[in-house]
């Protein structure tokens, strides 16, 4: 199991979803890192920060106008602490080139974090929706290693049909799915808790915020489920983060702000003393 030490005040988000339609959400997540760089001392993304990812030369090369804002959102923060970027299962061919380009840190979750809130494992989720059989195996498929260096090869048109096509299974299949069996299985979060040797759990995923307490063989431990950011379609507009510090661990929701500062999404992620 992989482990990494973080000392102070560390956030965690996941699934922010960024493309090129949620501009409103886009303005929501560049809030909130505008404010981690002020008051975390370190920042994993912890999957899904990207709606799709088909691999860093396009991204590197000649990115769209919102991707571009969004790596020189990423770039300026990684340049004020560090940021430690997990993969989801939309965004699990980020690679070092990106990273680099970043001056961020790829994070190999699952991962235990030594943190001054003790030790907490990490990861983005959606390996422990072990009941959804379908997508296990679809993950089994697009985690090969050769599979995605096929894939990385081909030109960057067809590699945009196949994540298109892709999406729109996906979508499908989830019509199709009881909710139940696209969570995560509770058998796969003690078994992943154990092997790890910790307590609590950070996960996101599922979209589905919560801390939830659970017993594993007789002590207390907790699984905090990182929320979605959508602000862009649904109402009311949704984001938040984990916050880990000496004090503890808190699921932090962002704050809608009347009236809204000049310039800024509307939504203080976190209100700062003077707001
Ligand atoms: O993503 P979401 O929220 O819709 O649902 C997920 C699971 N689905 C996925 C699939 C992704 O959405 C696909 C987009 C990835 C884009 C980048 C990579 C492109 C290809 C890379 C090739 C190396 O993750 C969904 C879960 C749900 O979470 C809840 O947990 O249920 O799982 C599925 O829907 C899987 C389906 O059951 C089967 C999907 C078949 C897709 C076939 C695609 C063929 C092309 C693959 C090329 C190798
Ligand atoms: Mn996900």
């Not at 980020?94 to 990273?99: D, E, F, K, N």
């Not at 030109?155 to 999406?167: E, G, T, V």
Request: aromatic share 6%.
């Amino acid at each position: 199991m992989n482990k990494l030490a973080l000392r102070g005040t560390v956030w965690v988000a996941s699934d922010i979803h960024l493309g090129e339609a949620v501009p409103r959400t886009a303005r929501a997540f560049y809030d909130f890192l505008e404010q981690a760089r002020d008051q975390a001392d370190a920042l994993i993304l912890c999957g899904d920060l990207f709606d799709a990812w088909i691999g860093d030369d396009h991204a590197l090369r000649t990115p769209p106008a919102w991707l571009a804002a969004a790596l020189d959102e990423l770039r300026a923060t990684a340049r004020t602490i560090p940021l430690l970027l997990a993969r989801g299962n939309r965004d699990f061919l980020m690679g070092p080139s990106l990273a680099d380009a970043l001056g961020a840190r790829l994070l190999d979750a699952p991962v235990v974090l030594d943190t001054d809130a003790g030790p907490i494992l990490l990861a983005h989720g959606d390996e422990y929706c072990t009941d959804d059989l379908a997508y296990q195996r679809f993950r089994r498929i697009v985690r090969a290693p050769r599979v995605q260096q096929i894939f990385l090869s081909l030109p960057l048109s067809l590699r945009r049909a196949i994540a298109a096509h892709a999406r729109a299974r996906s979508r499908q299949a989830r019509r199709a799915k009881p909710m139940a069996l696209m969570d995560v299985n509770a058998a796969a979060i003690e078994q992943a808790l154990r092997s790890a040797g910790c307590t609590t759990l950070v996960h996101g995923h599922t979209h589905r915020p919560a801390i939830h307490p659970l017993t594993l063989d007789g002590h207390t431990a907790q699984r905090y489920v990182l929320p979605d950011w959508e602000f862009d379609h649904d109402a009311p507009p949704r984001g938040g983060w984990i916050e880990i510090d000496p004090a503890g661990i808190r699921l932090e929701y962002a704050k809608t702000l009347d009236p809204v500062p000049e310039g800024a999404s509307g939504y203080r992620i976190k209100a700062r003393p003077q707001d």
